[in-house]
């Protein structure tokens, strides 16, 4: 038994953000039912990296654990109202369609409550569902340019590095996931139901609540120095420093234990923040004199803050990651035994656990139907006429 076993999510989102968000519920017990079009949501046809799998790549694979398939012509009048009979069961309708869309398909807010005054409607975009940037693509490079996080870090002069991660999806995603669970509370306590909207810019400026108070309340201009600097408003040094065999990363050591690590004295006297440049020039100048295990060593018996840089090789095999059980491992119908990243939180009466791995195109569409009262020649009539896809 999960948290939210018992409660059903009608899950119309597509790529990441709408996914994970969807995956988290389902982590948690909820009877997740992925709606797709007949030929698949377009994550099955975009792998990152090139991952193509067997029969399901890696992204929608990583994705898309603990639901259900329902492949259907939302085009269609048959299509659509299918989903109406699945969203008059649901708790949770979550959608990231571009603003305009659902309307089109029938699938807003307004038809969906009309037809299930107690669920819970989230609304995911871009830029918002109104505005003047209402029809642009929110993609997740592109809002990470537009948050100014990219101008937090690095070099003065050298270009904006975005982040080793699709680090506004997730954001999005968990807002998203956060949303839906206060709301499905306040449902429970009060018996109402309401509409959730999270948008990708919003939730890249709220995530940022340090840094933008910093300038917005503090005044602090947003300015990066001579040196490569891991953030503009820590103190130095903060980054990641060449060592004889590799890196080291630094966050923010105090000073006057640094210097005696280093043994460069003139450290102590210095101003983390006025003096940044000097700062970072000087460490770097010292730390290719030993190896990263040497200097995690004199950095532990100083008590600083100091580790190592990882690549996903040597991630996987950390002790702490695998003591933590960070990634969890199961078997999926097509593509065998697979390890995956597992679950951001535990409980200690309901775990999360992977009930079943991504499903194939329609997989449980013939399931869902007869969940919903239709014959299964009524069903078969229908895959035949191009409404549904059915996997076997």
Request: charged residues 20%.
């Amino acid at each position: 038994m999960g948290v939210l076993d018992g409660y059903r999510v009608v899950d119309l989102s597509i790529a990441m953000a709408g996914p994970l968000a969807a995956m988290r519920l389902g982590d948690l017990g909820a009877d997740v039912i992925k709606v797709e079009p007949v030929t698949g949501e377009w994550q099955r046809h975009a792998p990152a990296g090139g991952a193509t799998g067997n029969r399901v790549n890696a992204s929608f694979l990583s994705l898309n654990r603990n639901k259900r398939s329902l492949a259907v012509n939302l085009k269609s009048d048959e299509g659509r109202d299918i989903v109406h009979r699945l969203a008059a069961t649901a708790d949770v309708f979550l959608q990231n369609y571009r603003p305009g869309v659902a309307e089109r398909l029938g699938m807003d807010h307004d038809t969906i409550s009309g037809l299930n005054p107690r669920v819970v409607y989230v609304s995911m975009s871009g830029y918002g569902e109104t505005g003047p940037y209402v029809s642009r693509p929110g993609q997740d490079l592109l809002l990470q340019a537009m948050s100014g996080a990219m101008l937090s870090t690095g070099r003065d002069g050298d270009p904006p590095a975005p982040a080793g991660t699709y680090a506004i999806d997730a954001i999005t995603a968990y807002s998203a996931f956060e949303g839906t669970l206060a709301a499905l509370l306040h449902r429970e306590r009060t018996g109402e139901a309401q509409r959730v909207s999270v948008n990708m810019l919003d939730a890249a400026i709220a995530v940022q609540m340090q840094e933008l108070s910093v300038f917005t309340v503090g005044g602090v201009p947003q300015r990066r120095g001579r040196e490569p600097h891991g953030h503009t408003y820590i103190r130095a040094p903060y980054g990641v420093f060449a060592t004889k065999d590799g890196y080291l990363a630094l966050g923010m050591p105090r000073l006057d234990g640094l210097a005696l690590a280093l043994d460069l004295p003139e450290l102590a006297g210095m101003d983390g923040h006025t003096q940044r440049d000097e700062i970072t020039s000087t460490v770097a100048r010292r730390l290719p004199e030993r190896t990263t295990a040497e200097w995690l060593e004199i950095c532990a018996r100083h008590d600083l803050w100091a580790g190592p840089v990882y690549g996903y090789a040597e991630l996987v095999a950390d002790p702490q990651v695998r003591h933590n059980g960070s990634f969890v491992t199961y078997d999926h119908r097509t593509e065998g035994t697979v390890t995956t990243p597992g679950f951001p939180y535990g409980f200690s009466a309901t775990p999360p656990k992977v009930r079943r791995g991504a499903p194939l195109v329609g997989e449980h569409t013939a399931e869902i139907l007869g969940e919903l009262g239709y014959p299964a020649e009524r069903t078969a009539e229908l895959v035949e006429k191009g409404v549904l896809a059915c996997e076997d």
